[in-house]
């Protein structure tokens, strides 16, 4: 095909394919510790990766495992995140709640 013009394939061609899709950001609890001793850590994530998957960002942990439980969060990095549109699930916002946030 000697004549035909070479079809060139650029980013915006497969967003328009594929449609263009935002990431969904979640500040969520990873699960860390050996059996029956949870530990976990706020962290922030595409809502895509699974529970135990690689974090963006580590936001903070909770270790229940104490009495009282133990909350440390950094609030500037949840700030961040929550201006970048990244919403915390139902847990991590009442552990903000408790955190002082």
Not at 7 to 18: D, R
Not at 24 to 48: C, E, H, Q, W
Not at 53 to 69: F, I, Q, S, T, W
Request: charge should be positive; hydrophobic fraction near 35%; charged fraction near 30%.
């Amino acid at each position: 095909m000697a004549g035909a013009p070479a079809a060139s394939i650029t980013t915006t061609n497969l967003m328009e394919k594929k449609g263009n899709h935002t990431m969904a950001m979640k500040i969520r609890l990873t699960r860390m510790g050996s059996k029956k001793r949870p530990f976990y850590r706020i962290v922030a994530l595409d809502s895509a990766t699974r529970r135990d998957g690689r974090a963006l960002e580590y936001l903070g942990y909770y270790n229940p495992m104490v009495d009282p439980a133990e909350i440390k969060v950094d609030l500037e990095k949840v700030k961040h995140w929550t201006d970048r549109g990244a919403k915390p699930s139902d847990t991590v916002k009442a552990l903000l709640k408790k955190a002082g946030s």
